[in-house]
């Protein structure tokens, strides 16, 4: 089946540590996105991809890193210079051009300790 | 820049109507979006609109767009309790950006 993974799905870390979610799509879709929600709120844009080797920032990509190396994986790095760091993460993708139809993973829940 | 904006809650009974209403600032955008999320969960796509039709309507679900005023609403029609989600509007291009959600509760 098509979809979009993201693993794990609950992820505990130590302040001062870097830690990497992993998201991968066996869509064939060209366009990644990685979002942060917070409790009662929406989602803001961390970093986006359009193409392999290819990425850029979202409104809020301070203390974050990604590396697009292949079409099917967008890894997100949260690293100790991210300050608020516990929130919920959504990787999702769509392909370019027409409506931009995003399909969401299922979610990384992350908390800092 | 862009913005999006949403009530926070609404409440309706099981076998009701529910509108969920958003609003938004960039003209420029060709499609409109709703998405659903149940909770602990990602989202889903439940429909968009062409910015150059007024209405669209899939089975339970109507999508008005009043591209004057840039207020977008979704109809749920005959609502039921499985559709107690969290609704979020979107707009963009290439990026989107989110409503804060509607939390929608449905009393059976």
């Known amino acids: 089946d098509g979809g979009i993974t993201q693993s794990p799905k609950y992820l505990f870390r130590k302040e001062g540590q870097n830690v990497t979610l992993s998201c991968e799509q066996n869509?064939?879709?060209?366009?990644m996105y990685w979002y942060r929600q917070d409790p009662g709120q929406g989602l803001r844009l961390i970093y986006y991809?359009?193409?392999?080797?290819?990425?850029q920032k979202g409104d809020i990509a301070e203390g974050y890193s990604v590396s697009r190396e292949k079409k099917e994986s967008f890894p997100l790095t949260v690293t100790s210079a991210q300050k608020n760091p516990t929130a919920f993460y959504l990787c999702?993708?769509?392909?370019?051009?027409?409506?931009?139809?995003?399909?969401f993973g299922p979610g990384t829940r992350l908390t800092v300790l | 820049g862009e913005d999006v904006e949403q009530s926070l809650f609404l409440s309706v009974r099981e076998g009701d109507s529910s509108v969920i209403n958003c609003t938004y600032t960039?003209?420029?955008?060709?499609?409109l979006y709703w998405y659903k999320q149940e909770p602990g969960a990602g989202l889903q796509l439940l429909t968009y609109i062409f910015s150059n039709m007024d209405m669209k309507q899939d089975q339970r679900l109507t999508v008005l767009l009043n591209k004057k005023d840039k207020h977008l609403s979704l109809r749920i029609a005959d609502t039921q309790t499985g559709d107690s989600a969290i609704y979020f509007c979107?707009?963009?291009?290439?990026?989107?950006?989110f409503g804060g959600g509607t939390r929608l509760m449905v009393k059976p």
């Open positions: 869509l064939n879709h060209d366009a």
């Open positions: 960039d003209s420029s955008s060709t499609y």
């Open positions: 991809s359009q193409i392999v080797n290819d990425f």
């Open positions: 979107a707009e963009g291009g290439n990026m989107l950006t």
């Open positions: 999702a993708s769509s392909i370019n051009g027409g409506p931009n139809e995003q399909f």
